[in-house]
């Protein structure tokens, strides 16, 4: 076979890995090999699946270093490990979100750029967000990627470059879900507060979250919505992977909210993916990303221009921008008084 056309048939094929990675997940292989050693018989019976089936779908598995095979027992990778629920940094609901929510949507792609509007409009008659609220089972799907998503994610290269963690700070998280950032924030800034904005749907599960990470002393949730208006004060206000999700009006809506919010001293922190101006390669992720963004909410991801442009028209200038991983970064704006005549 010739390179271009191996290139072609493995990329047109990689949705094979996809759905046998999400398939495998659904029937808890990994949560069922996770520190076991394990027959292939014996995991057939534990996921009720023939063991000729079970057999065909551990191949690739092994083939893709997910499992090891050794004197027919089954045993996982390092690999393997991360999409166990056992796993300290799973990825199992991250595989999970996108095998029943978001492979639905990219295979409505064609129809939906023909038609003008992004996939789920097409599955659904409610946007991405409020159909998450509607049904619990999405709302968990959901709920369970950015969970896995914000425990993994790691905040050091920002607060590092910090110097006073001794300060008493309020520190504002809208849209903050389960609290799992805000708490990275907490810990660090031992001696602040702390308050939840979000849904009313998200109160339980935060207020369990606070007390799993000892921080109900020092953090509350309040129900909010960024796009109604909001009246809390802060020195620190986060918008962890917020804006994102929406197109440049809403997200200017959801911005000029948290400024009206905000005094000479506070800092707004924006947690997201920067997309760098020259096209190249080694980007291809995020490339992907920005497509996967606008199939599910019709969001977009931006590049540093296009964030300082949103953020300027919402009067808010930019600080400083810090490199997190994953192409990830937290840019720091504060408010701009000079566009409101005050200075």
Known sequence: ???????????????????????????????????????????????????????????????????????????LTKLGQRLSEYDQKSLKGFVLFNGRECMTC??????ALIKNIYPFKLLSENDFFDAQVLDDNKFDNFNLMMRSSSKNMNLNPYLEQQHNKDDKLKIVDLGGGAGDIISKFLMYYHNSSGTIIDLEH?????????????????????????FTGLNIEGDIFILSRIIHDWEDEDAINILKNVKNNMDEHSRLLIIEKIIPEKIEKKNLYLYMNDLHIWSMCGGKERTKKEFIDICLESGLILNEIYKLANFEYILEFQKDYYEEGVL
């Open 1 to 75: 076979m010739e390179l271009e056309e191996n290139i072609i048939i493995s990329k047109i094929q990689g949705y094979y890995t996809a759905y046998l990675m999400y398939v495998a997940c659904e029937l808890n292989i990994f949560d069922y090999l996770y520190n076991e050693n394990i027959s292939i018989n014996d995991l057939s019976k534990k996921i009720n699946i023939p063991r000729d089936k079970t057999y065909r779908l551990i191949r690739p598995l092994v083939a893709n270093s997910f499992i090891n095979e050794k004197d027919e027992l089954l045993s």
């Open 202 to 226: 998200v109160r339980k599960e935060a207020e369990h979250n606070i007390r799993q990470y000892e921080l109900a002393d020092r953090c509350i949730f309040v129900s909010g919505d960024f």
């Open 106 to 111: 990219w295979s409505y792609m064609y129809e």
